[in-house]
């Protein structure tokens, strides 16, 4: 089970932390997608990371911007949203692909292709929204 959270109202170049929890597997054997969805807008990749490699992967429009990290001691990835802007407002989800399940370590291949990631991610967490106002 993955539990997200950390989400908020935040203004115009401000800054979130989203937290991503598992509460059973160790994340070190997967790979862990953010993902988003505004209204009225399909779902799109955000970032992904290998955990166990720390191979980590962007969406150009969050690059600069955007960290995501790792704790394996907390069973947790993060994601440091800074300088947010108004279009960063969407529900974020995380999910996990199990990398010994046949998941591909090279998440930046599928997590920004709207044809593959469903295929790909075996988990989905619930979402934590994120609203961003001038």
């Known amino acids: 089970q993955l539990v997200e959270s950390g989400g908020g109202l935040v203004q115009t170049g401000g800054s979130l932390r989203l937290s991503c929890t598992a509460s059973e597997d160790r994340i070190d054997e997967y790979a862990i997608g953010w993902f988003r969805q505004a209204p009225g807008k399909a779902r799109e990749g955000v970032s992904c990371i290998t955990v166990g490699s720390d191979r980590s992967s962007y969406e150009d429009s969050v690059k600069g911007r955007f960290t995501i990290s790792s704790d394996s001691a907390k069973n947790t990835v993060y994601l440091q949203m800074n300088s947010l802007e108004r279009g960063d407002t969407a529900v974020y989800y995380c999910?996990?692909?199990?990398?010994?399940?046949?998941?591909?370590?090279?998440?930046?291949?599928?997590?920004?292709?709207?044809?593959?990631?469903?295929?790909?991610?075996?988990?989905w967490g619930q979402g934590t929204r994120v609203t961003v106002s001038s």
């Open positions: 999910a996990a692909t199990f990398l010994g399940g046949g998941g591909r370590a090279d998440c930046g291949a599928y997590t920004y292709d709207s044809g593959s990631y469903f295929s790909e991610y075996d988990y």
